[in-house]
């Protein structure tokens, strides 16, 4: 059983977790799992199962702001959502052949290239000179929102479909591997290949992170990894931390973002791989 003031932990931690989660697409896992095994001493195992409800509760609470600013492609979401559902539903089956060891290390090793591509991309407001991809046009996924930061309305169109799809699907089994949301990969294959406004690409991936953790989330409670004492701290608070995260998008620059989480990403890859290592 976990204790009252454990639980007021799990809690004030899956707030931070959800507005970084929001902020940035990537589902609540990518904090809350390092929190709950490096700080509080949980098991890996449990502590990826409350994340994939954590992710799920992230998506809850930020998609529906975000496609009321019309921050969400839906279009897009839906497309590229066949691909992660499938590759969600490989990565869960693989999950129960691996020892925890691996998956600290798998976790680092995501986390440390998550951060590389951030790094590469720092100072990037809005894409350039992008040319639309004919399945694109035919499939209608272009779009528009009005910045408020920029104080103008942002047109885009997308390109990169076949790269990004492909990449859909190996963001989906390193959902369903680690229950992370895997939301990094999301926003990269949209941002670096589909060359969408950054801003789009975390709110297309924070409507996308849900369904993809809900594909994998009965296997794992099937697998009794969903303990209910740690998982419902982690949804109340990520829903909350979420909520906020996504009011504070609107109102900050990307590259501002990407330098404020760069170095909390640095970090805790090099803890979760330091812990792989040792065993």
Same mark, same amino acid.
Request: proline share 3%.
């Given at each position: 059983?976990?204790?009252?003031?454990?639980?007021?932990?799990?809690?004030?931690?899956?707030?931070?977790?959800?507005?970084?989660?929001?902020?940035?697409?990537?589902?609540?896992?990518? %904090?809350? @799992?390092?929190?709950?095994?490096?700080?509080?001493?949980?098991?890996?195992?449990?502590?990826?199962?409350?994340?994939?409800?954590?992710? %799920?509760?992230?998506?809850?609470?930020?998609?529906?702001?975000?496609?009321?600013?019309?921050?969400?492609?839906?279009?897009?979401?839906?497309?590229?959502?066949?691909?992660?559902?499938?590759?969600?539903?490989?990565?869960?089956? #693989?999950?129960?052949?691996?020892?925890? $060891?691996?998956? !600290?290390?798998?976790?680092?090793?995501?986390?440390?290239?998550?951060?590389?591509?951030?790094? /590469?991309?720092?100072?990037?407001?809005?894409?350039?000179?992008?040319?639309?991809?004919?399945?694109?046009?035919?499939?209608?996924?272009?779009?528009?929102? =009005?910045? /408020?930061?920029?104080?103008?309305?942002?047109? =885009?169109?997308?390109?990169?479909? =076949?790269?990004?799809?492909? @990449?859909? !699907?190996?963001?989906?089994? %390193?959902?369903?591997?680690?229950?992370?949301?895997?939301?990094?990969?999301?926003?990269?294959?949209?941002?670096? !290949?589909?060359?969408?406004?950054?801003?789009?690409?975390?709110?297309?991936?924070?409507?996308? #992170?849900?369904?993809?953790?809900?594909?994998?989330?009965?296997?794992?409670?099937? $697998?009794?990894?969903?303990?209910?004492? @740690?998982?419902?701290?982690?949804?109340?608070?990520?829903?909350?931390?979420?909520?906020?995260?996504?009011?504070?998008?609107?109102?900050?620059?990307?590259?501002? @973002?990407?330098?404020?989480?760069?170095?909390?990403?640095? =970090?805790?890859?090099?803890?979760?791989?330091?812990?792989?290592?040792?065993?």
């Amino acid at each position: 059983m976990i204790s009252t003031a454990t639980s007021l932990l799990i809690l004030l931690g899956s707030i931070l977790a959800g507005i970084f989660g929001a902020l940035l697409g990537l589902g609540g896992g990518i %904090i809350i @799992i390092p929190f709950l095994t490096l700080a509080l001493g949980l098991d890996i195992r449990y502590a990826i199962g409350a994340s994939i409800v954590s992710i %799920i509760a992230t998506s809850s609470g930020a998609a529906a702001a975000f496609v009321r600013d019309r921050l969400t492609n839906i279009r897009i979401g839906m497309f590229l959502q066949i691909a992660t559902t499938a590759g969600a539903l490989t990565g869960a089956y #693989i999950s129960g052949l691996i020892n925890a $060891r691996i998956l !600290y290390i798998i976790f680092a090793l995501v986390l440390g290239y998550s951060a590389l591509a951030m790094f /590469q991309r720092r100072n990037i407001e809005l894409p350039e000179g992008v040319v639309a991809h004919p399945l694109a046009q035919k499939l209608k996924l272009e779009g528009s929102y =009005y910045d /408020q930061v920029l104080g103008k309305r942002v047109d =885009y169109t997308t390109t990169g479909i =076949y790269p990004s799809f492909s @990449i859909m !699907y190996v963001a989906g089994v %390193i959902s369903g591997l680690l229950g992370i949301g895997s939301g990094i990969f999301k926003v990269m294959a949209m941002d670096m !290949y589909m060359k969408l406004p950054m801003k789009v690409s975390t709110a297309t991936s924070n409507f996308m #992170i849900g369904v993809t953790a809900a594909t994998s989330a009965g296997i794992y409670f099937a $697998r009794g990894d969903i303990n209910p004492s @740690i998982a419902a701290p982690v949804a109340l608070g990520v829903l909350v931390g979420a909520t906020l995260g996504s009011k504070l998008l609107v109102r900050l620059k990307n590259a501002t @973002i990407r330098k404020i989480f760069l170095p909390v990403l640095l =970090y805790i890859s090099l803890e979760m791989l330091i812990k792989g290592l040792r065993g």
